[in-house]
């Protein structure tokens, strides 16, 4: 949570001078008796040591003073000890006691205790204020796990509250116009209802999503907005967070530079980015690009990069060439569109990175196992450097979600995919029960192998070849008994090539891929042109196109996108994104071999909730005996 002021917490807090009974005139506290002695000390922790030892009536005092010093400190862990210590007296006030114990533990990262602390004392809740905090820390915790759409109907009962009883909530307007901004234009349609203050938060988000960028237009919708919004708690937003981004116009581009492989063995790839660039152009008005061959030395590159005195630039496409370039300061004070990731922490807000990792699709298929609610998932991939990092990001990620380990095989060739998936399957175990029993009888006895029923879907992580030599061990070892286990698989099954000529050998299976490489895509008229001009071109060769045909494309929303996280391009490639440090993510889309043809799939996923919030512990249920 980003706190401003927090010393004003306190009074929301204590509820004693947060509220008023009009707008001008605050309610004021009443005195508190100081029964503690004197002390030029006032640290939170000389309180909290003092408190130790105190009477019980100036224990009390010394406490609550304590309590509000550590909170102005931002000492969570002090506050922690203290809520904790008052929690065990009887005369204190549990509910709001509680409230400061589960702030503690948020920025402890206490999540699971402090959502369980909140759901305890929900129905306890009496004063406006602490039902105000109360949802404000609800969704706070929600915002701090990336989950925008839970957060925001808590902030905006926390608004309501707020507004309705004229309250004091230090850090809401902020947590609210941050989360607004990690939505899509879609999203925000949805919360485009309730209260008035609602609608003006979504409305003038989706102004910002709209018009940010177009000068002009832009200032129009936010004076609008103001006529139509007075006295909204958002007006305050406006000049903090949304006049700087009314310059944000796109790059200004009259001479491109794209840098990319133009020898070596790598020259076939840049010839497909080469191509992407051109096709692009032809409906951009870029007056120049300039193709400079990324094998060359740095010192090369920079010399015809100053002579052409260039604006922009895209590329180099290979990860060691972006190294190169990055360590040697050569693009320093040129806006340029990466087309690749290094190592290097990128400080410069003018750079850009935009790689085809394997990684976004290994995210986008661990969140829609979740979201299908799927328990064990199997997965299987080439005992490789590659498929060992693939398999490492999807169960990093997996057990932030589940308990349960995802079963992973890993095969080194075709020879031992029978054996892998068998051994996973635990078909071998099934067959030596079998060979057990019948030894057991004279008569012939029927039998069938059976599979484990705990897999519920099953992840290749492998290419087109050996997808298609995986499946069918896969559908001979699940066991008739056993309900049919789902099939997927990344890009890398996928093949334009072989699947102009046979599909039948993956029926049923699931897959992600870019939509230049699906039917069905929108831009018709440019796949026909491409596939009468390049007929026989590699698949890999085929995806660079679309890269470079959208790396030109992006550009005009390369500053909004960074500056709006909900905002996203659609391209060739997928759904495009802006994340931290400027690099790029993708939403690909989901298809399916069926009947001998592919089909685009539309899923409806939600996003699954972290461990700690699936199941609360019950053990902060004595927080109100």
Not at 259 to 283: C, F, H, T, V, Y
Not at 382 to 404: D, I, M
Not at 542 to 552: E, H, K, N, S, T
Not at 593 to 602: M, S
Request: proline share 5%.
């Amino acid at each position: 949570m980003r706190l401003k002021h927090v010393s004003l917490l306190i009074v929301v807090l204590s509820g004693l001078s947060a509220c008023s009974t009009t707008e001008n005139t605050p309610r004021k506290s009443q005195p508190i008796e100081n029964t503690a002695k004197p002390t030029t000390d006032s640290s939170a922790q000389s309180l909290f040591d003092r408190a130790q030892t105190a009477n019980p009536a100036a224990q009390f005092q010394l406490l609550y003073m304590a309590r509000d010093a550590a909170l102005q400190s931002q000492d969570w862990a002090l506050l922690e000890k203290i809520a904790e210590m008052l929690s065990q007296k009887a005369s204190v006030d549990h509910v709001q006691n509680a409230l400061y114990l589960a702030l503690a533990r948020q920025h402890l990262q206490q999540y699971e205790s402090a959502l369980a602390i909140l759901r305890v004392v929900e129905d306890a809740l009496q004063s406006p204020a602490h039902r105000a905090w109360h949802q404000y820390l609800m969704g706070s915790i929600y915002a701090s796990q990336n989950l925008p759409k839970q957060a925001l109907p808590h902030f905006f009962n926390a608004a309501d509250i707020v507004d309705d009883e004229k309250l004091v909530l230090v850090g809401l307007d902020e947590e609210i116009w941050q989360a607004l901004q990690e939505l899509s234009i879609y999203a925000l349609d949805r919360f485009d209802r309730g209260s008035v203050l609602q609608q003006g938060w979504v409305k003038l988000a989706k102004y910002q999503q709209i018009y940010v960028g177009k000068g002009p237009l832009f200032e129009e919708a936010l004076n609008n907005w103001q006529k139509r919004y007075v006295n909204h708690p958002a007006t305050a937003i406006i000049p903090k967070a949304l006049r700087s981004k009314v310059n944000l116009a796109p790059y200004q581009i009259n001479r491109l530079a794209v840098l990319l492989p133009q020898s070596g063995p790598s020259e076939r790839l840049g010839s497909a980015l080469k191509n992407g660039i051109l096709a692009a152009l032809d409906e951009n008005p870029i007056e120049r690009v300039y193709f400079i061959d990324e094998m060359a030395g740095a010192e090369e590159i920079e010399s015809q990069l100053s002579l052409l005195n260039i604006d922009f630039v895209i590329g180099p496409l290979l990860k060691n060439n972006v190294t190169k370039i990055q360590q040697a300061n050569l693009l320093q004070s040129r806006p340029t569109l990466f087309l690749n990731v290094d190592d290097i922490t990128n400080t410069n807000p003018d750079h850009y990175y935009f790689a085809l990792n394997p990684e976004h699709e290994v995210d986008q298929a661990m969140l829609h196992f979740l979201s299908k609610g799927y328990q064990k998932p199997m997965l299987l991939a080439p005992q490789t450097a590659n498929g060992q990092r693939l398999v490492e990001r999807f169960k990093n990620q997996w057990k932030v979600y589940s308990e349960n380990e995802p079963e992973v095989g890993f095969y080194t060739d075709s020879k031992n995919m029978a054996d892998v998936v068998a051994a996973i399957l635990e078909v071998d175990a099934s067959k030596s029960r079998i060979k057990t029993i019948k030894s057991l009888f004279k008569n012939e006895i029927e039998s069938e192998t059976r599979s484990r029923a705990d897999l519920d879907a099953v992840y290749i992580l492998g290419d087109s070849t050996e997808t298609r030599l995986l499946k069918p061990y896969l559908d001979v070892n699940v066991s008739t008994f056993a309900q049919r286990i789902p099939l997927f698989a990344t890009s890398r099954s996928y093949s334009k090539s072989i699947d102009s000529t046979d599909k039948s050998d993956l029926e049923g299976l699931y897959f992600t891929e870019q939509p230049w490489m699906l039917p069905g895509l929108e831009q018709r008229q440019l796949r026909e042109a491409y596939d009468q001009l390049w007929p026989e071109q590699a698949d890999i060769e085929q995806r660079l196109f679309a890269m470079a045909y959208d790396a030109v494309n992006v550009i005009p929303d390369l500053k909004q996108l960074a500056s709006i996280p909900g905002r996203e391009f659609v391209g060739l490639t997928g759904k495009l994104k802006v994340t931290q440090n400027n690099q790029f993510s993708r939403a690909l889309s989901w298809a399916q071999y069926r009947n001998k043809t592919i089909n685009r799939i539309e899923f409806n996923e939600k996003p699954p909730k972290p461990l700690f919030m699936q199941e609360i512990a019950a053990s902060t249920v004595s927080l109100l005996k």
